[in-house]
């Protein structure tokens, strides 16, 4: 994904309302060798970009004043109540140094688990991102978390989750849940009752 900013001079409060007004957004790039460079992004441009999936988990090329760089996605802020985007943060990256981010989890084959299909349970997601690190070239846009063997009482865990090539999963403390499937207290009672 490309996107297209310039560099800022002027600095403080007065300075990104103004830019604001003109239907800027005032961000920053930083880390690696270089210094932080003050930047401006299209308003409108970015809130769009932001709606996108992809756009929090992929390596941008983020093209100031012709320079092209690769950047990624490190924080935004929006304002409490209007569609106004006050502020992005972009980290450079290396790509020969391992990155530490958050992708999101794409649950599928819900439809065809033996808990939905044979207990009528309900599949629920425990978690819908993952902390993964790897190099930048190897980064997932998302990563897929299989369903189709759970069953009702069961749970999918990060270690059951299958990775992509050259992505570990930062897991911190337990094994972490993911999806849990279990069976409503109506159901159990209408199955016995059934019986």
Known sequence: MKV?????????????????????TPGIIYGGPEAPVSITLDHNALYHALKKEAF???ILDMEVDGKVEKVLLRDFQVHAYKQLVLH???QRVDPNQKIHVKVP????????????????????????????????????????????????????HVSGLVLPK????V???????VAIAT????AVSAEAEAK
């Open 56 to 58: 929090h988990s992929s």
């Open 4 to 24: 297209i900013a310039f560099a800022r001079k002027e600095q403080g409060t007065g300075a990104s309302r103004r830019l604001r007004n003109a239907g800027q």
């Open 105 to 156: 989890l794409h649950f599928v084959n819900a439809d065809v688990s033996p808990a939905v299909k044979l207990h009528a349970a309900v599949i629920s997601h425990v978690a819908v991102e993952l902390d993964i690190s790897c190099l930048p070239a190897d980064l997932p846009e998302f990563v897929e978390v299989d369903l189709s063997k759970l069953d009702a009482g069961q749970s999918i």
């Open 183 to 186: 069976v409503p207290a109506g």
């Open 171 to 177: 897991v911190h403390g337990d094994d972490a849940t």
């Open 166 to 169: 050259g992505v570990t999963a």
């Open 88 to 90: 992005a943060d972009f």
